[in-house]
């Protein structure tokens, strides 16, 4: 009892940090459901509305991302490794801004169609984002979760092999099949952008799982050093 009252001190159960990385973690769920929604819709005047819900939801995600810098900034100790909680803020941030920069071409460029591949991205890029959802509540008990959330990271890894395969799919579809030179820079420029996303999601599964190997060791080499 007293080595476990020693460890609670060594290693700090701090919720601060999870609670805002679950508010955007949410944010990454919502707008890429709505992603996935707009690459389903075939009207601009809808095109634009999604646009702009999800301009609104990246302006609360980095209101948030600005909260978890402020507070590691006053924050002495915390339960994690503190570059690993601004990796884990950024990388979480960016898909996000990527999501929105996707809705933002789409309203720019009009294409004249929606290549059928972007929903399919769309798709995963939403099946990873609610991983990243699932992993980062478990982050609450990560020495309890921790196989759960190598399970759910190791799902995120295969949301973006698939997407690879989709994307240089997509890539030899469209040069094979697109004779207009201005729609195939467009759609190519889109395409990079839904690439982008789900690339940005696999570092926010590396940062996590990189959290928990941290947190695993340092629970180890604790117990050691108390039980001498």
Known sequence: MKADRLLKFFVPKENAFVDLFEENSRNLVNAARLLKEMMLDSSYEQFEIFQKEI?????????????????LNKSLITAFDRDDIHLLTGHLDEV???INGVSRRIVLYKP?????????????ILEAAQDISSAIILLRSPEANKLKIIETCSRIKDWERKADELYFSGVSDLYSGETDTKELI?????????????NEEEKVSNTIKTIIIKKFLTIFFSRILLST
Do not use: M, R, W
């Open 96 to 98: 996000v801004d990527l």
């Open 186 to 198: 467009k759609i190519s420029k889109i395409l990079e952008t839904l690439e982008k996303c789900i």
């Open 112 to 124: 004249k169609k929606l290549a059928p591949v972007f929903v399919d991205l769309t798709g995963l």
């Open 55 to 71: 301009k609104n939801i990246e302006h609360t995600a980095d209101s948030v991302t600005n909260k978890i810098y402020e507070q």
